[in-house]
């Protein structure tokens, strides 16, 4: 069967379906409409029934005296009320005439028993029993058509008629399905008629649009050969036999389909390559085509913009770049001017100190302008870098030198306090006057003893024990254990603690040793007494690590402030401003942070106070679990304790 032959009946297939399924509710829709509109009328027809049986009712029981233990007393009366009303009469029969779906109008007392009736055969009867035609309204389609066109059925529209919240009597009017069906009968086949139009007009459609959609194929078949007109492609081409039109697009559709499927997967791995590459750059990388749209953007350039990484891909340089800043003025105008920026220093107003350099691509032969190249580095990160490497590089010799030195002057330490000992012996008299001597020189020996065995541990490889722990949970038990200890020196801890976990893969028992050395460091930075405010929350800074974000830890205190001059020393070892400080705390925490992947920083102004931040490396899993949450964690805020 041929492709044109097939798309006939399949378009003639489809077409027909759907005209049956429209035919179909159609029909549907209309045949309940008939129900629900014989419901109204004939109910609207009931309605004026109960009004006039309920004037009968009153008119006929007025002033009369009825035995409250003598049912067939009131019944009597009930009848001899309804059936001598004219006008309740009048409406049944005006009811009845002019409904062609009414098949008897009934009224009952409230035993079932009939009052009145528009056959006579039915008055005095019990009623009989049929289905309420709430029941018809509900049904479906096809139930509704079954009962509609199949057996014949009588259903109840029942209007009751209460009385001090009892039921005193009640309208039924009975609806019969073959009348429904017989006033039913002229508008389906009114249907059945346009729905047979409908199919007919829409097949033959179908057939002349399969015809015309095949005509542009010829066109499409010339079309691809000129876009293969390769001579590999066209040998291939020249061997396919003379089959049908839509065959021969489809096999050059196949062969085009396999060398684009090649070349994406080459440029899939480039592109994979190169996103790679501009990951682990430190440099904000923007590439521009010729007409100035960004094309290509490292994950570092969000660091120096305004904008997200995708919110930048595709736009023209003057929506990338803010001219109101002094970062973005000098790169457009460098762009709008078409000369170079070679590592031009900038100081942006946020204090950052970048290098911004633009370089411009031209093909001299062309005489034509190919794209440019913005590097923005950010010269205060690879001082830090340095200073990091640097004190890392000190930090790493004192380690080495007090592990030589610590073995060394420990043997002595103990030769002396063993001969101490034996001279303290032969000595015997506890008063006398040498002895004092002796003591001091003992206490000065276990101190000395007491340093050297700090120098020790300080240099002592440290084997981390590492568990995914809440973050939140360490600081919470930390400001427990200093809580007291800061409140005997008039220091009030406030804390910001999110109540959603931070999972990061650390050394609970070091974790705890340098925030707790931070947070004693504030505190002695306030001798007076003053805030305290520790803060943990997650950075929107990525670390390299876990592709995720960093926890941050802050501690800032209210104290006099750290000079410009000994900020940078404050890490080293044995640096102290204090008169019984050892110099060990910060350079311990200092350490503890670089063994996590993680990193502290301070912030100071004199007569303002200081602030610690800790960084320290979410879980990778954590970190998949907070990106797939939308809100973020609240924090509670409040003093602890």
Known sequence: MRLKTKLVLAITALVFLVAGMLSLVYVSELLHASVQQTYDTDRTGAAQIWSALDNALRAGLKDRRVDPNNPAQLRTLEAEAVRGSDALKASIDALNSSSLTVYDINIADAQGGTLLSSDPGNQDKPLPARPN???????????????????????????????????????????????????????????????????????????????????????????????????????????????????RVSSKIEMIGQRMKNVEEVFSALKENLNQILGNLQDGILLFTGGGRAVLVSEAARRFLDHDQETILGKQAADVFDRSTVLGRRLLDAFESGSSLVMEEIRTEAGLHIQASVDFIRDEEMHQDLGALVTLHDLESTAAVQSELELSRRMAAIGRLTSGVGHEVKNPINAIVVHLELLKAKLGDQGAPAMRHLDVIDSEIHRLDRVVQMLVDFSRPVELKLREQDLGSIVRDVLALAQEELSTHNVTLVSHIPEEPMIANVDTDLLKQAVLNVIQNGAQAMPEGGKLDVTLEESSEANELSQGKYAVLRVRDEGMGIPEDIRTKIFDLYFTTKTAGSGIGLAMTYRILQLHQGSIDVQSKIGEGTEFELRVPLAAAEWGRRQSRSASPEATKGPVG
């Not at 059945?192 to 959609?213: E, Q, R, Y």
């Open 133 to 247: 035609y709430s029941e018809l309204l509900n049904n479906g389609t096809l139930q509704l058509m079954r009962e509609v066109f199949g057996t014949p059925r009588v259903f109840d529209i029942v209007i009751p008629l209460n009385r001090n919240g009892a039921l005193f009597a009640a309208v039924h009017v009975g609806v019969r399905t073959t009348l429904l069906g017989a006033l039913y009968k002229p508008l389906l086949q009114k249907a059945a008629l346009l729905m047979g139009f409908s199919l007919g007009t829409a097949l033959l459609v179908a057939f002349l649009l399969s015809n015309f959609a095949l005509r542009p194929l010829e066109e499409i078949s010339e079309q691809l050969d000129h876009w293969t007109a390769s001579g590999e492609t066209t040998n291939e081409l020249a061997v396919t036999p003379k089959r049908d039109t839509a065959e």
